[in-house]
């Protein structure tokens, strides 16, 4: 009986031990890959970095308003969301170079580091200090502590230089081992021109800090400007990083089949609009429509358009959409194909206007004239605006021609936000924040989160405050005495 025991003793184990093995077997999906080339993965990244037209973003920027509020109103954010599944998708790219052969610089981890600087800077410049050194390391670390709005930057202009290093070293080296790549079909030379327009962008974004020895804004901006060899940039809007709509898996927002929903609901907002007419722009014409009432009273050319104040009260909007007093977007342009226009990410007319600012104060030698006038120039053409007469005479005028002093300086910073018009995310957001131009309407539109006012940041994600409380209670109390409040501002712009 005692060997009959001992017996069955043995099988029950040798049962539970297959079982376990059994069970390690059938928790392995088979049907679900369990490592994948990088060019697929970067194919996620890619769309994950694309801000495409009239999205919230751009209704923030106040280039467009909703006059219904069954699709939307035109009230501002309180919290917003984190890119930490996103940079996963980064660092498994990089881990998939790796494991196929990939050296130490490869294609894709250049341009990781590329991505690890364009949504770190996109995450600090909503929420402020965030989680960087320690995070991304899954279970390793659960509970991030947040770095410092300086030290993220920082950092970023490290992985911009490094990126802009190893994609010059790939290029020399002819690699073209890179592959999944729909911005620039996988030139790696274009790719470089985009990581230094890039970070024009962010030295811009600085410019508040332009006296800290530390970060040495102004000569790495000249560095960048005066040595085209080691930093070379966009030369035209052919270089631009734009996302093309396909008309079939990627349709431009605007469309054919979204015309019965938004085509009247959604109108043209006077912060943008407004500025256009006050300077005779020919943009005006192909960008929106001229309200009927105003035609009908007689109106012609540019007096005829109008754009709403994104703080007017949604009801008194839609009274003055339903009469004809509000312009809407240009049907023709927007509402009668599914490719629409491509959508700007980083572009030529941007770095043009951010040389010229840097110009005018006095980062980069020369005259910012030069510079702003091409940005003009470029973001014209965007719209098929090329013919010399027409810009000579817009360029002539003496609400638009530049000044070298604090006038010329409003005047760039105008420009750039008018060629931010459905293009590069919150750009436009983050420059008025910096700069005050353009001035933004606030009032009972904008929501009473934040008592009617245009909020200087987001608050951080629900799921942080919850899940990572220390850590975020402590960032709070270096930056904002304790308050994760939306009118605080951020280190950036003190």
């Known amino acids: 009986m005692k060997n ?14 297959t079982s376990c093995e059994d069970f390690k077997e059938l928790e392995q999906n088979k049907n679900l890959p369990t490592s994948v080339p990088p060019s697929v993965v970067i194919r996620s990244v890619l769309f994950d970095a694309t801000n495409d037209g009239w999205s919230d973003n751009h209704r923030w920027n106040q280039f467009w308003c909703s006059n219904y509020n069954y699709y939307n109103t035109n009230e501002y954010w309180t919290t917003g969301d984190f890119n930490y599944t996103v940079l996963k998708n980064v660092v498994k790219m990089e881990e998939e170079a790796s494991k196929r052969g990939g050296g130490l610089v490869n294609p894709y981890n250049a341009l990781g580091k590329f991505f690890r600087a364009y949504f770190f800077v996109g995450m600090t410049q909503r929420f402020g200090d965030i989680p960087m050194t ?15 709005q300086k030290d993220v930057y920082k950092q970023s202009l490290i992985w911009l230089e490094e990126a802009n290093a190893d994609l010059t070293a790939l290029i020399n080296t002819g690699d073209i081992s890179l592959s999944g790549d729909f911005y620039y079909n996988n030139d790696l030379s274009k790719w470089r021109k985009a990581v230094n327009a890039f970070k024009l962008r962010v030295l811009i974004s600085l410019s508040k800090k332009d006296t800290d020895a530390d970060l040495n804004i102004k000569q790495k901006f000249a560095d960048v400007v005066t040595n085209p060899s080691k930093y070379p940039l966009f030369t035209g809007i052919a270089d ?121 104060k006095g980062w980069v030698a020369g005259t910012a004239k030069t510079y702003y006038d091409n940005g003009i120039k470029a973001s014209m053409a965007f719209y098929g605006i090329t013919d010399v007469a027409v810009l000579n005479t817009y360029l002539t005028q003496s609400s638009v021609a530049y000044t070298n002093d604090a006038t010329g300086l409003t005047k760039i910073l105008t420009q750039k936000y008018l060629a931010f018009f459905q293009n590069s995310g919150l750009e436009a957001y ?65």
């Open 430 to 494: 983050s420059n008025y924040r910096r700069t005050g131009v353009p001035v933004f309407n606030e009032g009972p539109g904008t929501g009473a989160a934040n008592n009617f006012k245009v909020p200087r940041r987001f608050q951080y994600p629900v799921n942080e405050r919850k899940t990572n409380a220390t850590n975020y209670t402590a960032a709070l109390a270096n930056q904002f005495a304790g308050t994760d409040a939306l009118n605080l501002d951020l280190w950036i712009v003190k």
């Open 240 to 360: 631009d990083m734009q996302f093309v709509h396909n008309g079939t898996t990627n349709k431009y927002p605007f469309n054919q089949d979204e015309f019965g929903k938004v085509a009247t609901r959604y109108n043209m907002c006077g912060t943008y609009l407004n500025t256009l007419v006050s300077l005779v722009d020919p943009r005006t014409f192909i960008v929106a429509e001229p309200a009927k009432a105003l035609v009908l009273a007689g109106k012609t050319g540019v007096d005829a358009y109008y754009g709403a104040p994104s703080g007017q009260n949604l009801d008194d909007m839609s009274v003055d959409a339903l009469n004809g007093k509000i312009s809407f977007p240009n049907k023709a342009r927007y509402f009668t194909n599914y490719l629409g226009e491509n959508t700007i990410q980083i572009g030529y007319a941007e770095q043009c206007f951010n040389i010229a600012e840097a110009t005018n």
């Open 4 to 17: 009959y025991k001992y017996l069955v003793s043995f099988i029950l184990t040798m049962a539970l031990l």
């Open 134 to 148: 320690e995070a991304l390391n899954g279970l390793k670390n659960e509970f991030p502590k947040f770095d410092s």
